[in-house]
């Protein structure tokens, strides 16, 4: 009896091992499927004019300026080009910022990027700056959807924006920022809060 109740006891323990892999490698299917189905997919509608010409996974791009020096490393999970429409689709970027001597400043993340021809990156989704730098003044900025100038650094966003800094934080609807010179501008419905420190 004592044998049989034990040995109950470990096929128990044995099926809910079982079970709970079972249900892993289904997780982990459907995760795999949804990245499969987001590559082949924008989310944003494309018509039937624009033919995929180029697409591939885990990709890294290095953006250069005219004097060869890296100001941009951009990686991402899925990356379509469409060469009639002379744009690039990319989901889930992540982009460094280098500043003049090889330092990355920035890292920003999102959802999905779209870069055109005139070197402008748009971010859509979640989008998360965080700044490299530990003693800068602006230490995140977070929003739905921002636009990036490759070449001068500028950021604009219409959407709300919330950026954090030392001591205190800010939110406002839109924004104007410029990620070389590390300064940022609300340009509407802006409040912030600051927290006081003690000075003794």
């Not at 949804?34 to 996974?57: E, W, Y």
């Not at 959407?159 to 070389?180: D, P, Q, R, T, W």
Request: proline residues 1%; positive net charge.
């Amino acid at each position: 009896m004592f044998y049989v109740a034990k040995s109950l006891k470990k096929n128990k323990k044995y099926t809910f091992i079982a079970i709970l892999l079972i249900l892993i490698i289904i997780f982990l299917y459907f995760i795999m499927r949804k990245s499969l189905i987001m590559c082949n997919a924008s989310l944003h509608s494309l018509t039937q004019n624009d033919i995929c010409t180029h697409q591939g996974n885990d990709v890294t791009i290095n953006v250069y300026n005219k004097t060869g020096q890296l100001k941009f490393k951009l990686t991402a999970h899925c990356i379509q080009r469409f060469s009639n429409q002379r744009i690039t689709w990319f989901i889930y970027p992540s982009i460094t910022a280098f500043d003049d001597n090889n330092i990355p400043t920035w890292k920003i993340i999102a959802n999905q990027a779209k870069l055109s021809y005139e070197k402008t990156l748009h971010l859509y989704g979640y989008v998360y700056l965080n700044n490299l730098i530990h003693d800068a003044y602006f230490q995140s900025i977070i929003t739905n959807q921002a636009t990036i100038n490759l070449i001068t650094q500028d950021i604009i966003s219409n959407e709300k924006v919330i950026i954090h800094g030392h001591y205190f934080y800010s939110v406002g609807m839109k924004m104007h920022a410029n990620l070389h010179t590390q300064t940022a501008k609300l340009i509407d419905s802006a409040q912030t809060c600051y927290e006081i420190q003690c000075i003794w």
